[in-house]
């Protein structure tokens, strides 16, 4: 089976002679293969198209994909975005009593499928009419007869006569202080049909931000107040769209446990790309894998351990088929060299900064020669502030900090104003640095497929690359990167970590990284930086630790514990109060190698 698939916002008639007509040996012969829609743009048919890959070889600005897919894919499409878009195969199963994980690159469908079960769009089947290049929606019996004998029959004939109430978190909270406006009270009262507000408003630590009104809270304050207003719903069946962006990774753990606390008799079902939290949150999940942008295929359930380990490892077993090159790998740390013999890199001085009733206490450290140097803790107790100072961006209050090295830094908040090109803009930084050393970054962060963008038109995800490859392109000595897995998918991520790494080794260069991802940290980092203190009030380093170490000092306050899978070496989030968890609290192993 063929599909054709047409990336609109890559195809630009204006700028181009129509090679993908021109040079296709179908339409040479006569065969109507690729005609011109409404809009100016190629339809292709993939009835009449032979798969010859010309087009894509020849499209200026790579917007056509020609993808052959199972024959037993054939008519179970579940929904298309018109003629040569998107297409799901396949739908997650929620159950009743059970947190469903959905796992996949973005781009693959992971919000479609959720919009779908929660009602909000009507499944075509994959029927699209070719003339109107739009989508038709099916008839309810249609569906109900295509999952007929599986469990989405009784589900969706229950949907469609309104027989379920389902609640719904959206992916993009940004819009929320659109369609309400007023004090995060009043959104809550207004809706706590469930009775649990003030309970999980305690548990999320949300007292403060009561009276403000939702156009002033922060992004974590309001994905907060998005999750509790999904939660205080009273219905049968509840969909979250990601939980953890703008979460450090105490928010996040308490939103699992709220998650699983207060809807433990509810189906639940959740998108997420921290894979720890989900390990922690899943009790089983639903794998999916495809082309992003051009189809995405959603796997029967697997166990949540199976079902990570084998995305992980990049082969899926029960469908036989390897979505990754290479798996992921994680190692147990050694314990690293004694200070004496450890090569330092650069040294800093002690420092104090004030600003709006807040101070940060930084002693004096070191950063030492070719490490990654993760840096964790809560949200609000100056981690960026102290990056920010190391790399000049902003003065200290007490003491000072000068380098003799250059340094490159990534800040949190990115915005994408420049009214320019990605590739422009790249270029326009990298001064003295090689073109290969460039290639290296660009090419493994997904740059050349959105090079043409203008920075203006990127996503979240895609804007968080370019701002990493902005800051590697710097010829530097020293990297800083604040919280660079912001927006990304799993993918994005296992990219990111690697691109690291390697420009680490291979340049001889220093790296500090902040970060809410603990597998991301525990892949990257040779040494952990801990911060404590109060939110908002104080902020203090514990100290640089080797990982077990500093791990098992940021877990104990984190109140959980993580072990070794035994098959890959992952760490996974122990289950709250199971054997293990009691366990390993009991003898002080919350990092257990």
Known sequence: ??????????????????????????????????VLGGDGKPVISEELCEGCGICIKKCPFAAISIIGLPE?????????????????????????????????????????????????????????????????????????????????????????????KVAYKPQYIDAIPDFFDGKVHELLEGTDEA????????????????????????????????????????????????????????????????????????????????LAILDMLADYVHLLYGEPGGYGVVTMPKSTNRGINEYLGGFLHAENVRIRDKPIEFSAHPPREKLKERDVFVEYNGFEKKYNGFVLDAKPGSIEKREVLGIVGRNAIGKSTFVKVLAGETEPTTGQISFDINVSYKPQYIKGRLDMRVKDFIYSLKGELSEVDVIDVLNPLGIPEIEEKNIR?????????????????????????????????????????????????????????????????????????????????????????????????????????????????RPRINKIDSAKDREQKKKGRYYYL
């Open 1 to 34: 089976m063929r599909i054709a698939i047409l990336k609109r916002d890559k195809c630009q008639p204006r700028k181009c002679e129509y090679e993908c007509i021109k040079y296709c040996p179908m339409v040479r012969t006569g065969m109507e293969t690729v």
């Open 72 to 164: 037993e894919l054939k008519g179970e499409a579940t929904h298309r975005y018109g003629e040569n878009g998107f297409v799901i195969y396949g739908m997650p199963i929620p159950k009743p009593g059970k947190v469903t994980g959905l796992i996949g690159e973005n781009g693959t469908g992971k919000s479609t499928a959720i919009k779908i079960l929660s009602g909000l769009q009507v499944p075509n089947l994959g029927k699209v009419d070719f003339e109107a290049e739009a989508k038709v929606e099916a008839s309810w019996d249609a569906i109900i007869k295509k999952y007929a004998g599986s469990e989405l029959q009784n589900y969706f004939d229950k949907l469609s006569k309104g027989k379920i």
């Open 195 to 274: 009775g649990v507000a003030k309970r999980l408003v305690k548990a999320f630590e949300l007292e403060e931000a009561m009276e403000k009104d939702i156009k002033e809270l922060s992004g974590g304050e309001l994905q907060r107040v998005a999750v509790i207003g999904c939660m205080i719903r009273d219905a049968d069946f509840y969909f979250f769209d990601e939980i953890t962006p703008y979460l450090d990774i105490y928010q996040r753990v308490q939103v699992a446990k709220g998650i699983k606390g207060v809807l433990k008799d509810k189906a639940v079902v959740v998108v997420e790309h921290d």
């Open 457 to 569: 038109e990127l996503s979240g995800g895609e804007l968080q690359s370019v701002a990493i490859a902005a800051c590697l392109c710097h010829d530097a000595s020293l990297y800083m990167l604040d919280e660079p897995s912001a927006h990304l998918d799993v993918e994005q991520k296992v990219r990111l970590i690697k691109t690291i790494r390697r420009y680490a080794e291979r340049r001889d260069v220093s790296m500090l990284i902040v970060d809410h991802d603990i597998y991301l940290i525990d892949l990257l980092s040779d040494r952990l930086m801990v911060f404590d203190g109060e939110p908002g009030v104080r902020g203090e380093i514990k100290g640089c630790f080797g990982m077990r170490e500093g791990m098992n000092l940021f877990l104990k306050d984190l109140g959980v514990t993580f072990r070794r899978d035994e098959s890959t070496l």
